[in-house]
């Protein structure tokens, strides 16, 4: 299947202090991307989709100034947390889709692990 | 409105036997997409299997299957000769063009597979 990285994996960060989350497809166009966010023991929940060159849709409740989404580049978007606080702490996992990947599969990364102190 | 049920939390089973996963799923559009993705410890989504609602057979991917009832709404995973390695979450998940093409995800289901 596609190829879909993610960096860094792991990110201890303190409070108040902004993080970036880079998501890559490796071996396609993603005209769009999604980020996830999931707690322990819980269901992907959808934070916001990416088409390239535009403006990220953002889902009810996310605040669109805390999580910037940046989807420059048909294989790269980035996520960043500003101003993260402990509450933040979660694991932000990235997909995405392309016009060559048949059937409108998803293809994940490995997920960053976010700790805010 | 629950889009996706997936109501085995968690699941065992013995090494080398045959385990099925359910899941059922709601949506009044016609043309859809069901998907199974297996998250280890690690956290990555790894895609197993899709079927679409329009195709005629069960997905199969290797020792992965998809019993798909459409009339019932159920697109259960069946799991052949399970491997300690298949020990993991299973989510399955729906895509359609009326809910904007997102996908939406079950609760998962923890798989054990003992030796």
């Known amino acids: 299947g596609a190829v879909v990285s993610q960096h860094p994996s792991w990110v201890i960060c303190k409070s108040g202090t902004s993080v970036k989350i880079e998501c890559r497809s490796l071996?396609?166009?993603?005209?769009?991307m999604f980020w996830y966010r999931q707690f322990p023991k819980q269901s992907l929940m959808l934070m916001a989709t990416?088409?390239?060159?535009?403006?990220?849709?953002?889902e009810q409740g996310v605040e669109k100034d805390k999580f910037l989404i940046n989807h420059a580049s048909l294989t790269l978007s980035t996520l960043t947390v500003t101003s993260a606080h402990p509450e933040d702490s979660s694991f932000y996992i990235c997909?995405?889709?392309?016009?060559?990947?048949?059937?409108?599969?998803?293809?994940f990364g490995a997920g960053t692990r976010l700790s805010v102190l | 409105a629950q889009k996706i049920t997936q109501t085995q939390p968690g699941m065992f089973v013995q090494e080398k036997e045959a385990v099925t996963l359910d899941c059922t799923y709601d949506?009044?559009?016609?043309?859809?997409?069901l998907f199974w993705y297996k998250q280890p410890s690690s956290g990555e989504m790894i895609f197993l299997i899709y079927?679409?609602?329009?195709?005629?057979q069960n997905a199969t991917e290797g020792r992965y299957s998809l019993n798909f009832q459409k009339a019932r709404k159920s697109a259960n995973l069946v799991i052949s000769a399970s491997q300690l390695g298949d020990s993991a979450m299973y989510f399955c998940?729906?895509?359609?063009?009326?809910?904007?093409?997102?996908?939406?995800f079950g609760t998962g289901t923890s798989l054990t597979v003992i030796p």
């Open positions: 997909s995405a889709r392309g016009t060559t990947i048949a059937k409108n599969i998803q293809y």
């Open positions: 071996d396609f166009q993603a005209t769009t």
């Open positions: 990416s088409n390239e060159g535009s403006k990220a849709t953002y």
């Open positions: 949506t009044s559009d016609p043309s859809y997409g």
């Open positions: 079927q679409g609602s329009y195709d005629q």
């Open positions: 998940a729906m895509r359609s063009s009326r809910l904007g093409n997102q996908f939406y």
